[in-house]
């Protein structure tokens, strides 16, 4: 069974870059779609990152587009999250999650599409 386990959150000022990470352990992130996810308070689950197996496909919401970039480790079987020029509406816990597939050529930022999912760590944005 494969287990996520993300790190690297914390507090850190507007305009500023944190890095998460996704360790995966019981399976190898060769064959999943990995996306990042974000729930702040009183707000949906919605998608903010996510990456083909090969690595070769990557999206990212509108939200995040040129300030969020996601990237694989093989050799440790890690995701990273890079999250640079940080705001305050970025503030949430974010989540790493894996689709086993079958994969179709696009990864979703959809959280119905994930079947493995992390707990969680926080990130805030505050001066």
């Known amino acids: 069974q494969l287990q996520l386990v993300e790190s690297g959150g914390g507090l850190v000022q507007p305009g500023g870059s944190l890095r998460v990470s996704c360790a995966a352990a019981?399976?190898?992130?060769?064959?999943?779609?990995i996306g990042w996810f974000r729930q702040a308070p009183g707000k949906e689950r919605e998608g903010v990152s996510c990456r083909s197996p090969s690595g070769i496909i990557t999206t990212n919401s509108e939200a995040v587009e040129g300030r969020f970039t996601i990237t694989r480790d093989r050799a440790a079987n890690v995701v990273t999250l890079q999250m640079d020029d940080l705001k305050p509406d970025d503030t949430a816990v974010y989540y790493c999650?894996?689709?086993?597939?079958?994969?179709?050529?696009?990864?979703?930022?959809?959280?119905?599409?994930?079947?493995?999912w992390g707990q969680g760590t926080q990130v805030t944005v505050s001066s």
């Open positions: 019981g399976g190898t992130l060769d064959y999943y779609v």
């Open positions: 999650a894996a689709d086993p597939g079958p994969f179709t050529g696009l990864c979703s930022l959809v959280p119905g599409r994930y079947d493995h």
